[in-house]
Each structure stands twice: as structure tokens, then as C-alpha cells.
């Protein structure tokens, strides 16, 4: 991943940790869906998380 300044605050958990750039992550904690948290009041944006 290239290095950005971030414009919001993204949280991203796996059962219950969260994670942080440049996290390990092992592929038993990835067997669940990740909970995905985008910060901001404006609800007429949109984001495309790949």
C-alpha cells in the first residue's frame, strides 16, 4: 500500500481486534467478515472499498 494522507477516520475489527497499518494478520482471524467503520456526517458521500 502506498503511503496517503488519510481525509477520514476508517476503522477496520476482526473479531473484536482492530486493525492497523501494516497489521499481521493470520488466516484464522480473517474466517469472518471484517466490520468496517467510515467516519463523517456528510451521507451524500460514497466509498469503494477494494
Known amino acids: 500500500l502506498d503511503s496517503f494522507t488519510p481525509n477520514i477516520k476508517m476503522t477496520v475489527t476482526y473479531s473484536m481486534k482492530q486493525v492497523y497499518n501494516g497489521s499481521e494478520l493470520f488466516p484464522s482471524t480473517v474466517t469472518t467478515r471484517p466490520r468496517v467503520e467510515i467516519g463523517g456526517g456528510d451521507m451524500r ?5 477494494t
Do not use: I
Not at 458521500?45 to 472499498?49: A, G, Q, R, W
Open 45 to 49: 458521500s460514497f466509498f469503494t472499498l
